[in-house]
């Protein structure tokens, strides 16, 4: 990249803020990004000389101001190269008066207490040595910026000196928000779509702030003075151009896929062709379909997305990313396994199949918010995103998927983050599982899915199980952690019938190799007479119960209760449900799988002897009470004990082995939520984007 080496280029970034009602709310933020991205070595590629390439604050004063430029002006002198100076701040300016930088913090001083801008530009631009100048000026009327022609053509270095100057207004125009300085680094961030190694001050940049920039009128006024100069002067290395060219083969092929349908004849491969074609041509050229037309329309916007996507992302997060993490981000996007499995993904890769291959619900991109959500999570971005990342989110509209992703990422109980395996037995209305669903979660993100039909013989529900846990072991692998907790939700006759951890895969008992929590599948499929929302609304009450401390242990049914369902009954009228956690010490002679329904109905969680009943119910009782807060892992730790024999110590664990469990907790309730408003599907599983 010959135009974008030696020698060095220097900068210096003004941001003067003004006091009381005349303060600019995000002047700090715009100056600190304008700055960062400049200095980047994979955009501005400047000098970065700490303080001295930096001035932000209020009151900065005339003096100081001119002394900094100064310095940054014998810096260029010294390395040879050219100097980036912007100015950001408050502009004043009378009817054919020059524009003043307000560096004395307050409105309205006198002209000697702030910066003339065209004077200072002019002097930079006649210091020896300084081979050239780009000029931002991010300020109400801006374009009074511009120095007296004879300053830059007939001063000491006798128009021997290259010039540019973008400004954020018209002489008579007010600026907004600091709109120039935001969308420059967006522009670098995202690149443009060509071969060109650097983003040019040209008509092109300029017609690409005029587009994004509202209300205000940037300008552009530039200068070159002799053809000894070497290369005209640059903003930012182009991030879009790549050795590889500008899309991968992915985005490859779907162009050659898409083009074909409009004209087998017809030689599109890059994002700007695509384009150009668009502008120029008839939707009914050559006999084109108008939908095949419009696929090319759609397709271009994914291609525009996944370049922006691409550069920013690599500007964020790229020096923190490996093959490992890649592969891991794959995953946790939800990318399909053999995608992510083997040989590890590129970047641009991944960012492709998101684009061309994600979700095309309601043109959401869900899958590239979730591939940018999971770098973020993996790079140590969980709690506050890069400005930049920020930026482009918005720009995309993809601020709350990407954000609702993170957070649920960023959910995870325990202190190794490591996935859960979801197993939900389906009897679909019948009294027999006719499949095991499986669902593989990260904190609360849900990465994929798979269905593993089975028979109606026990021994087919253990098999499906056990190809279910199979099949998530991949995927366990990548995250270099072991699976270790799995929910198994089973509707009721299920629940009494097969304890979950009871059942043998690959040669051992499921709740000796795993931590097993045993749910209610009520909230996913309710019993007759009620929906999804009411057993939801369930859940809800219960866990403002819990988290309320309202509810400090489970309440123990006695037997005069489960005599007769019409009994219990009785005596569940009396307590709100979802209020309470009912529990056993022994199970009713009859009518237990009735009397079992009706208690997790009123509450999703329930505690019931492993046999038909307690030896030593006190035992048991002080057992619960004290294990409370740590239920129901405790009843999987103590169940895991008591089959190896193991000492129970002194810590009153041993009597939780004697008792089951069905468990409700804001991981159970969250997940029945999503999979009752139907987005948790991931990715690959969703509708393809219809190809025409």
């Given at each position: 990249?010959?135009?974008?080496?030696?020698?060095?280029?220097?900068?210096?970034?003004?941001?003067?803020?003004?006091?009381?009602?005349?303060?600019?709310?995000?002047?700090?933020?715009?100056?600190?990004?304008?700055?960062?991205?400049?200095?980047?070595?994979?955009?501005?590629?400047?000098?970065?000389?700490?303080?001295?390439?930096?001035?932000?604050?209020?009151?900065?004063?005339?003096?100081?101001?001119?002394?900094?430029?100064?310095?940054?002006?014998?810096?260029?002198?010294?390395?040879?190269?050219?100097?980036?100076?912007?100015?950001?701040?408050?502009?004043?300016?009378?009817?054919?008066?020059?524009?003043?930088?307000?560096?004395?913090?307050?409105?309205?001083?006198?002209?000697?207490?702030?910066?003339?801008?065209?004077?200072?530009?002019?002097?930079?631009?006649?210091?020896?040595?300084?081979?050239?100048?780009?000029?931002?000026?991010?300020?109400?009327?801006?374009?009074?910026?511009?120095?007296?022609?004879?300053?830059?053509?007939?001063?000491?270095?006798?128009?021997?000196?290259?010039?540019?100057?973008?400004?954020?207004?018209?002489?008579?125009?007010?600026?907004?928000?600091?709109?120039?300085?935001?969308?420059?680094?967006?522009?670098?961030?995202?690149?443009?779509?060509?071969?060109?190694?650097?983003?040019?001050?040209?008509?092109?940049?300029?017609?690409?702030?005029?587009?994004?920039?509202?209300?205000?009128?940037?300008?552009?006024?530039?200068?070159?003075?002799?053809?000894?100069?070497?290369?005209?002067?640059?903003?930012?290395?182009?991030?879009?151009?790549?050795?590889?060219?500008?899309?991968?083969?992915?985005?490859?092929?779907?162009?050659?896929?898409?083009?074909?349908?409009?004209?087998?004849?017809?030689?599109?491969?890059?994002?700007?062709?695509?384009?150009?074609?668009?502008?120029?041509?008839?939707?009914?050229?050559?006999?084109?379909?108008?939908?095949?037309?419009?696929?090319?329309?759609?397709?271009?916007?994914?291609?525009?997305?996944?370049?922006?996507?691409?550069?920013?992302?690599?500007?964020?997060?790229?020096?923190?990313?490996?093959?490992?993490?890649?592969?891991?981000?794959?995953?946790?996007?939800?990318?399909?396994?053999?995608?992510?499995?083997?040989?590890?993904?590129?970047?641009?890769?991944?960012?492709?199949?998101?684009?061309?291959?994600?979700?095309?619900?309601?043109?959401?991109?869900?899958?590239?918010?979730?591939?940018?959500?999971?770098?973020a999570h993996i790079t140590g971005h969980s709690d506050r995103l890069p400005e930049e990342v920020i930026a482009w989110a918005e720009d995309l509209e993809l601020a709350p998927a990407v954000n609702s992703r993170l957070s649920d990422l960023n959910e995870q109980r325990d202190e190794v983050q490591a996935p859960r395996l979801v197993l939900v037995l389906a009897d679909e209305g019948t009294e027999d599982v006719v499949a095991v669903d499986a669902w593989l979660l990260f904190g609360r993100a849900v990465l994929t899915n798979q269905r593993f039909p089975c028979g109606r013989q026990r021994n087919s529900l253990t098999a499906a199980m056990t190809e279910a846990i199979s099949w998530a072991a991949p995927w366990a692998n990548i995250v270099g952690r072991p699976l270790q907790h799995i929910d198994v939700a089973a509707p009721t006759l299920v629940l009494l019938d097969c304890p979950p951890e009871e059942q043998l895969v690959h040669k051992a008992k499921l709740g000796v190799n795993y931590v097993v929590t045993t749910r209610w599948s009520g909230l996913l499929t309710p019993p007759a007479g009620m929906t999804v929302d009411d057993m939801l609304q369930v859940g809800e009450r219960l866990l403002a119960s819990l988290e309320g401390g309202a509810c400090l242990g489970p309440t123990w049914l006695h037997e005069e209760h489960l005599t007769a369902l019409e009994e219990l009954q009785d005596h569940l009228s009396n307590h709100g449900r979802g209020q309470k956690v009912w529990s056993l010490t022994s199970t009713p002679e009859t009518d237990w799988e009735f009397i079992a329904q009706e208690l997790l109905e009123h509450t999703p969680a329930l505690v019931w002897p492993r046999h038909k009943d307690i030896s030593d119910a006190r035992l048991l009782k002080d057992s619960v009470a004290r294990h409370w807060q740590a239920l129901p892992e405790q009843i999987a730790h103590a169940y895991r004990t008591q089959l190896s024999g193991t000492s129970p110590g002194e810590d009153g664990l041993e009597p939780l082995a004697t008792v089951r469990a069905a468990w409700h907790d804001t991981h159970w309730q969250v997940f029945c939520q999503r999979r009752a408003r139907a987005v948790v599907r991931a990715p690959h599983e969703t509708t393809p984007k219809e190809r025409l």
């Open positions: 990249m010959s135009s974008a080496t030696n020698p060095p280029r220097n900068v210096l970034v003004v941001g003067a803020q003004c006091r009381d009602g005349s303060r600019l709310e995000g002047l700090e933020e715009a100056a600190q990004a304008l700055h960062a991205a400049l200095v980047n070595p994979r955009l501005g590629a400047c000098a970065d000389r700490g303080g001295d390439s930096l001035l932000v604050g209020t009151g900065l004063g005339r003096d100081r101001v001119v002394a900094a430029v100064e310095r940054a002006a014998q810096a260029a002198q010294r390395d040879g190269g050219p100097l980036v100076l912007a100015l950001l701040g408050h502009g004043e300016s009378g009817e054919g008066t020059p524009l003043h930088l307000v560096t004395s913090g307050r409105e309205n001083d006198p002209e000697l207490s702030n910066v003339a801008v065209p004077a200072l530009l002019g002097g930079v631009l006649n210091h020896p040595g300084v081979s050239g100048l780009i000029a931002i000026v991010d300020t109400c009327f801006a374009g009074g910026a511009v120095p007296d022609s004879s300053r830059i053509t007939a001063g000491r270095q006798d128009g021997s000196v290259q010039f540019a100057l973008l400004f954020a207004a018209t002489a008579k125009e007010q600026a907004f928000d600091m709109r120039l300085s935001t969308e420059l680094v967006r522009l670098m961030e995202e690149g443009r779509p060509g071969p060109e190694e650097v983003l040019k001050l040209d008509d092109n940049l300029l017609d690409r702030l005029s587009e994004r920039i509202q209300g205000q009128q940037p300008g552009l006024s530039s200068f070159r003075g002799t053809a000894s100069l070497g290369a005209p002067l640059w903003l930012a290395r182009n991030r879009a151009a790549g050795s590889g060219g500008p899309l991968g083969p992915i985005a490859g092929k779907a162009v050659r896929e898409t083009v074909q349908r409009i004209d087998p004849g017809l030689r599109l491969s890059t994002e700007e062709e695509i384009a150009a074609w668009l502008k120029v041509d008839s939707p009914s050229v050559n006999g084109a379909s108008w939908y095949a037309v419009q696929r090319l329309r759609e397709l271009l916007g994914e291609l525009t997305a996944g370049r922006k996507t691409l550069n920013v992302i690599s500007t964020a997060f790229g020096t923190a990313l490996t093959e490992d993490n890649l592969r891991l981000a794959g995953m946790l996007a939800g990318f399909p396994l053999d995608f992510v499995r083997h040989e590890a993904p590129r970047l641009r890769d991944l960012v492709e199949h998101a684009v061309h291959h994600g979700s095309a619900a309601e043109g959401s991109q869900r899958a590239l918010a979730h591939l940018v959500a999971a770098l």
